[in-house]
């Protein structure tokens, strides 16, 4: 169990839909960071947080936005939802931010499968 | 062309037997983490190296910066040791701070 939580483990919907993922961070983790898997694609970065603050952006598409609340949990929107959002989406949250360039270790959540029909 | 590669793509041995995966990447790190996923699809950390070499257990990890390469070894494999095995490297990448990842191998040893 790496301290990562995620809610839900699995979601079915349907085409032009939206969604809220959710994730909690370890205790003390100020980043959390969002990541993709599809069959195709394998893992991408989509977007990290840092104390509340986006810190660095990678492959999201405009549809999906996240945030970082005070409690340091962090959500993920996904929007007009098409058939090849289907994946894993996982949280993963680390000590720092990173700006300095160092690399804190990030844990990884046990994911959410999103179906979409 | 991937900023990570990963080989070899699947990987089947039998139990006992020494594996290695390797790792070979293309941009400027700061970090390289390996990871393990599981079946059923959760994701964890085993190693993160900046340099030299780590061990945990019966797993071995390897970063050579000036290659730009690393291998991460299985001594005495088990079928537990079944799962996908991927590669990391944290750097700035296509102009962001990020983890990128290698497609992973397939493991899978046999009892």
């Known amino acids: 169990d790496s301290g990562v939580t995620q809610t839900p483990k699995h979601l079915i919907t349907a085409t032009g839909q939206r969604v809220t993922l959710r994730c909690s961070p370890r205790?003390?983790?100020?980043?959390v960071y969002w990541y993709q898997q599809s069959l195709d694609q394998g893992l991408q970065f989509l977007i990290q947080?840092?104390?509340?603050?986006?810190?660095a952006k990678g492959n999201i598409l405009e549809r999906f936005s996240a945030q970082q609340f005070p409690d340091l949990h962090s959500e993920l929107n996904l929007s007009s939802l098409e058939l090849g959002d289907s994946a894993l989406y996982f949280c993963?949250?680390?000590?720092?931010?990173?700006?300095?360039?160092?690399?804190?270790?990030?844990?990884f959540g046990p994911g959410t499968r999103l179906t979409v029909l | 062309k991937n900023e990570v590669e990963q080989s070899p793509q699947n990987l089947t041995a039998q139990e006992g037997e020494f594996i290695t995966i390797n790792c070979s990447y293309s941009?400027?790190?700061?970090?390289l983490h390996w990871l393990q996923q599981h079946p059923g699809g959760g994701i964890v950390s085993l190693f993160m190296?900046?340099?030299g070499k780590k061990k945990h257990g019966r797993l071995i990890a390897t970063i050579n910066i000036q290659e730009k390469h690393s291998s991460l070894h299985i001594t005495a494999s088990h079928p537990r040791d079944s799962a996908v095995y991927i590669c990391?490297?944290?750097?700035?990448?296509?102009?962001?701070?990020?983890?990128?990842f290698g497609q992973g191998t397939r493991l899978t040893i046999n009892p």
């Open positions: 993963a949250s680390s000590r720092t931010s990173g700006r300095d360039y160092s690399y804190n270790e990030q844990f």
């Open positions: 205790s003390g983790d100020l980043s």
């Open positions: 947080y840092y104390n509340g603050e986006e810190r």
């Open positions: 941009v400027g790190i700061s970090a």
């Open positions: 190296l900046s340099s």
């Open positions: 990391a490297v944290y750097g700035i990448i296509q102009g962001a701070q990020k983890l990128v």
